[in-house]
């Protein structure tokens, strides 16, 4: 639905030619929530504003839907630009205005009747959670809500992409998690293709299907998020994976997890996809005559399900030992024995 053409962007400053974004190239499907992951001067804020055209690019095409937004003229990128919302950091909403003055903003440009405007901007303050606060001014929300008016603000003429720059890097953990809730909802309910940049790994984890590592104005890895936590290439993407599941150099030592565990096995179990790590320990407990122990486990929640490993201590007699060891193996997760005492 959306494809990125070997685009590029240059700055020129006084003393200094910048590439920002280059030579970058990518597609993203219809209804899918895109993350691009970088640290700070990555590139990441000017390739989502050469998206919508905030900025020109030097080179290369943004292609939506079959339209090249890149050579449109500047008429036809206005009209253009209405399938193309877009949420920021700092929410930038019109202080002077109300709740619903503000989401009613893009409807007004537009050109749509007061009527009409009235019942979408009903239906959008429904949509994201602000019933009751239709009136109240930017300064009397918390972060949490003034973002939502910039959700409703950006999904006012029901565009195809929703653009996230940062959206949740001004809010704490718990409002970052209902913002986060409420892109997902909106995602399922209207199909709508959200693509967004983030220098929080948590931030893709939680919603996003597809992840783009981006480092010096490149994409360098890409790939299904479940994909990348597990595998991660790139020494930037393992940084970043590391934000999540900590940094593997920092676990206690194989050596160190067997101490004291005399008999029985140590076995690692790698969940990737959809099983789900205590279903399957307590299963083992239930059905067969052995001590099962966590010793150490990492798991993580992504949209795509669960992934992370747990090291397991596992005894029993021999035959109950071997028959547990025989159902983990069968169950849809990856089974290293890392060490076996007797
Ligand atoms: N208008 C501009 N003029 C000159 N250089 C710019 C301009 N905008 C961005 N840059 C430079 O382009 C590079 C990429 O910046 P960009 O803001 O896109 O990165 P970023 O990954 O979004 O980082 P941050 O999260 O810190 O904004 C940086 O070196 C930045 O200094």
Request: hydrophobic share 40%; proline share 2%; glycine share 8%.
């Amino acid at each position: 639905m959306i494809k990125i053409n070997s685009l590029s962007k240059l700055f020129h400053t006084k003393s200094n030619l910048i590439s920002a974004v280059d030579d970058l190239s990518l597609e993203i499907e219809k209804g899918e929530i895109f993350g691009v992951i970088g640290y700070s001067g990555a590139g990441k804020s000017t390739f989502i504003r050469l998206i919508n055209r905030l900025e020109n690019p030097t080179s290369g095409q943004v292609v939506i839907d079959g339209e090249d937004i890149t050579s449109l003229s500047k008429n036809k990128l206005r009209l253009s630009r209405q399938n193309i919302g877009m949420i920021f950091q700092h929410f930038n909403l019109l202080w002077s205005r109300t709740v619903r003055e503000n989401i009613a903003f893009p409807l007004e440009i537009a050109g749509i009747s007061k009527q009409e405007r009235m019942a979408r901007v009903d239906e959008l303050i429904g949509l994201v959670g602000l019933s009751g606060r239709e009136d109240a001014y930017p300064s009397e929300l918390s972060g949490g809500q003034k973002q939502r008016v910039g959700i409703a603000r950006a999904l006012a003429n029901d565009p195809k992409v929703l653009l996230c720059d940062e959206a949740t890097s001004a809010l704490d953990p718990e409002t970052t998690d209902s913002i986060l809730k409420l892109l997902i909802d909106i995602n399922e309910k209207l199909g709508l293709t959200i693509i967004l940049i983030t220098h929080e790994m948590h931030v893709i984890r939680k919603i996003c299907h597809r992840v783009a590592v981006m480092e010096a104005g490149k994409v360098v890895e890409q790939g299904d998020v479940l994909d990348v936590f597990s595998h991660p290439i790139m020494p930037v993407t393992k940084k970043f994976v590391e934000q999540v599941m900590g940094d593997n150099n920092q676990e206690d030592s194989l050596e160190w997890l067997t101490t004291g565990y005399k008999n029985g096995d140590i076995i690692k179990l790698h969940f990737v996809g959809e099983t789900t790590s205590q279903a399957l320990i307590s299963q083992v407990a239930k059905q067969f005559d052995v001590d099962i122990n966590i010793l150490q486990g990492k798991i993580t929640q992504t949209q795509k399900g669960a992934y992370g490993s747990l090291i397991v201590h596992i005894d029993g007699v021999s035959d109950e030992k071997e028959s547990a060891l025989a159902y983990i193996k069968s169950a849809p997760v990856e089974v290293e024995v890392v060490h076996h005492a007797n």
